[in-house]
């Protein structure tokens, strides 16, 4: 079993404001995914990073897979009340294993 | 293209009780996964079929839970019998190939009381 710890667990900013999620593993991955979810939904797909050191943007969002492929962070710009949610990250294996992380709760105040 | 179904949404069952999830995946996808997401957790993967084989079943507590995926479509999650800690929402994903997206339902909750 694969962990993946995210820090911090909760986080509540006010909007306008930057962050910065982290999500770290003792395991190497073959990509990594980040997912958010929505009360009462499954997680829903942000972005796939494959290769180590990969920088990924997505408007506000930047995603950055570390070199060794054992961790990731997820920097939101100008966090707007939209952005509230579970934040997850996930690290596919060779074998298409997908073990999530602990999870990051986001509450962006208007 | 229809997403992944679960059913039921809810389910209140008193423990020592069985109970059983049914998921239908993506059509195409070989991939299907059961997960375990208690409250405000991450989920944690129970188990892991490719068609109709098992990949991964090392967090399944086999001795009250069990899994399925005949003719490596849709599959079924049991718990026999349930107890108060299996309380969760269970959560079936599947996906087409390694790096790729896993589509999800949209869980079931189980209350065991």
């Known amino acids: 079993t694969q962990l993946l710890e995210q820090s911090p667990q909760f986080l509540s900013i006010q909007e306008g404001e930057n962050l910065t999620v982290y999500c770290n593993s003792s395991?190497?991955?073959?990509?990594l995914q980040w997912y958010r979810q929505e009360p009462g939904e499954g997680p829903v797909l942000l972005v796939t990073?494959?290769?180590?050191?990969e920088v990924k943007k997505l408007k506000r969002l930047t995603f950055q897979f570390g070199d060794a492929r054992k961790d990731s962070s997820l920097h939101i710009t100008a966090a707007q009340p939209g952005d509230t949610g579970l934040y997850l990250c996930?690290?596919?294996?060779?074998?298409?294993?997908?073990?999530f992380g602990t999870g990051t709760r986001l509450t962006v105040i208007p | 293209e229809a997403g992944v179904a679960q059913s039921p949404r809810y389910k209140i069952i008193e423990k020592r009780q069985s109970v059983a999830f049914w998921c239908n995946p993506i059509?195409?996808?070989?991939?299907l996964y059961w997960y375990q997401q208690i409250l405000g957790q991450g989920p944690k993967l129970l188990i892991q079929?490719?068609?109709?084989?098992?990949?991964?079943d090392s967090q399944l507590p086999k001795d009250r839970f069990s899994a399925e995926r005949l003719k490596g479509v849709d599959s079924t999650l049991k718990i026999q019998p349930a107890k108060l800690e299996d309380s969760a929402v269970y959560l079936c994903?599947?996906?087409?190939?390694?790096?790729?997206?896993?589509?999800f339902g949209q869980g079931t909750r189980l209350t065991v009381v």
């Open positions: 996930a690290g596919l294996t060779g074998a298409n294993n997908l073990f």
């Open positions: 395991s190497v991955f073959s990509s």
């Open positions: 990073v494959v290769t180590g050191g």
């Open positions: 059509s195409g996808h070989a991939t």
């Open positions: 079929f490719q068609n109709n084989g098992v990949v991964d």
């Open positions: 994903a599947s996906n087409r190939q390694l790096n790729t997206e896993a589509f």
